[in-house]
C-alpha cells in the first residue's frame, strides 16, 4: 500500500505563561480513534501511546524518546499512514491534526462501484432502446474511466444498434485495444470490418 510522508519540522517558541513541565502534545485525527504511534527517528522500537484524540505530556514522550527526535504516525485501518517528524525542542507545546485520507484499495473499491453502476444503467437505457441517453451515460463514464475497454465495447454495441455501423467499429476497436483479451470487441471488431469490406464491394 502506498503510504504518503507528510514531513514536518516543529521548531522551538516560548509560551507567555506555563512552565516547561507543564507542556504536552495535543493529537486529533478525522476520524477520530486513530492510533498513534511514536518512534524515535532512528530507527527505534515503535511505541503506542494512545488513540485519538489523544493529550499526552511531553514529559512521558521523553520517557519514550529520550529526547531525541521522533517520529509520530497515525493509523487507521482503510486510511493511509499519516506520519509527522519532530525535532528534539524544548517546545511548550504541539497540536496536530491529521486529516487522513482513504487507502488507495479503499478509492479502488469506490471507483469500481461508481463505474459497475455506470455500466448497468447505460446497458438498462440501451435495452429500453434510450440509445442517446445510454450514449450520454457513457460518455460521463469515459471522463474517469478512459482506460476501461467495456465502456467502449458497450458504446459499440449501442452505435451498432443504432446502425452506425462506422463509429460502432471505431468503438470496438478502441476497446480492443485497450484490452486485446475482450472477446466481445474483438468478435464484433472482426465482423464489422468484414462487413464493411463486403459492402464496400457491393
Partial sequence: MKIFYILAVIFHFQLLIGPTWASQVVIRSQ???AEVIVQVAKGGKKTKIGTTPLVIPHAQLDTITQGVA????VIKPGFE?????VAATNM??????AVLEPSIEVKLGANT???IT?????????RAKDYDGALSKLAELEKS?????SVFELRGSVNYLKKDFTTALAEFRKAYTLNPQNEVAQRMK????TKMVSGAKQ
Fill in 31 to 33: 476520524p477520530e480513534g
Fill in 70 to 73: 521522533y517520529k509520530i504516525e
Fill in 81 to 85: 499512514v499519516y506520519r509527522l517528524l
Fill in 92 to 97: 511548550e507545546e504541539i497540536t496536530l491534526s
Fill in 113 to 115: 462501484d461508481v463505474l
Fill in 118 to 126: 455506470g455500466l448497468f444503467e447505460a446497458q438498462r437505457l440501451t
Fill in 145 to 149: 474511466y478512459a482506460s476501461v475497454s
Fill in 190 to 193: 472482426d465482423y464489422l470490418e
